[in-house]
Every structure is written in C-alpha cells, then in structure tokens.
T-cell receptor, first 115, second 113 residues
C-alpha cells in the first residue's frame, strides 16, 4: 500500500512563473490537507479538501494560491506569479476521515525554490 | 486559541544517554496530541499519538510520551539515544471538531558519538 505521494520533490521557479504541486493520497483516503513549512518553523495549515470540494481554505493566502482535488487524479496546489517569499517546503497529508483523532499521513514534501 | 510550545530549539545528547524533548500546549478543548519526526530532506513520520486513552503513550523506535493535563505538557522521552535518532521532532495538537493540526516550531535532536 503506497503512502502519500508528492511530486515533484524539488521545484525551481523564477519570479512570476507558476508552480504546480501534486499530491496523491493513500489508497482509501478521501481527505487531503496541504501545509507549508518555512525555514526553521513548524508546519502551517493551508487548506483541507475532499473529493471535488474545498472544505476549509482559511490558511491559504487570499491571492495567487488555489487548490483542487478532482474526482479523478491527484490534488493540485497551484501558486501563480510566484515570489521569493513562496520558497518553502509544501507538505500534503491524507486521512480516511476528517476527525481530529485521525492520523494524518504525510508525503515527502515538495521543496519550492523561487529565484 | 490552541498553541504548542516546544521549549528547546536544539537538544544535544550523547549516544546511549536518555532523551527528553519538552512540549507544552494550550487548548480550550480536549486535545489530541502527536509527535512527528522529520529526518533531513525526508517526509514526516508519526512517532506516537495521544487521543484521551492511556496517558502514557508508547510509540515507534523506543519513544514514549506522557500526557499531563495539570501541567499541560506532552514531553517525549527515550531511555537510550541512538545515532539514527538525530532528526527534527515536532509536537502537534489538534482539538475535537477541528482537523487542523497546530505545530510547534520543532526541536533538533543532535546525537554525539
């Protein structure tokens, strides 16, 4: 049973370009969460999605960031017109349900570098 | 509001000696508490979790943590450190009816030979 998969593992973009980060949850998991980790900090919640629905995007910046989890295929975190401050590690997690006692299983992360 | 404080940004111990990583939390509700470990350039692995059952929780790789409500603490311990334990450790809290995980800033564990 494969774990949470994220790709690419490393992504380099120039300022103003778009970044697309992909996340495939564990088999049987329909709940996906995205977190951002800035250097020397813990993770910060960004967004919570179920299939075809955004449940909570309270941690997402209001502009340039969007997320989706289509019926088929991986969840996508999209950052338009990237700036240097977007450089961070982005982690995706999945769980079988959305309750707080559920374990969230994390992928290896995508490290985004904006030049 | 919920918050997590990891009291030490770095902890250095000699191989074979005990490990103590400290964590205090603030929560208005009954919390679930987790410890995750992150090895360099790797993903996050769950070490253990507390969800209102036994207050002493045993995890993987010989780690355990004790939930102390009166002290609002959830410190992580291991009797004897191994070189492979060198990593960053995160204390995490979530609260009932809220799936969001609140993360501490992390503690880097350094193991001296």
């Amino acid at each position: 049973n494969a774990g949470v998969m994220q790709n690419p593992r490393h992504l380099v973009r120039r300022r103003g370009q778009e970044a697309r980060l992909r996340c495939s949850p564990m088999k049987g998991h329909s709940h996906v969460y995205w977190y951002r980790q800035l250097p020397e900090e813990g993770l910060k919640f960004m967004v919570y999605l179920q299939k075809e629905n955004i449940i909570d995007e309270s941690g997402m910046p209001k502009e340039r960031f969007s997320a989706e989890f289509p019926k088929e295929g991986p969840s996508i975190l999209r950052i338009q017109q990237v700036v240097r401050g977007d450089s961070a590690a982005y982690f995706c997690a999945s769980s079988p349900s959305g309750i707080s006692t559920d374990t969230q299983y994390f992928g290896p992360g995508t490290r985004l570098t904006v030049l | 509001a919920q918050s997590v404080t990891q009291l030490d940004s770095h902890v250095s111990v000699s191989e074979g000696t005990p490990v103590l990583l400290r964590c205090n939390y603030s929560s208005s509700y009954s919390p679930s508490l987790f410890w995750y470990v992150q090895h360099p350039n790797k993903g996050l692995q769950l070490l253990l979790k507390y969800t209102s059952a036994a207050t002493l929780v045993k995890g993987i790789n010989g780690f355990e943590a004790e939930f102390k409500k009166s002290e609002t603490s959830f410190h992580l311990t291991k009797p004897s450190a191994h070189m492979s334990d060198a990593a960053e450790y995160f204390c995490v809290v979530s609260v009932s009816s809220n799936y969001q995980l609140i993360w501490g800033a992390g503690t880097k564990l350094i193991i001296k030979p």
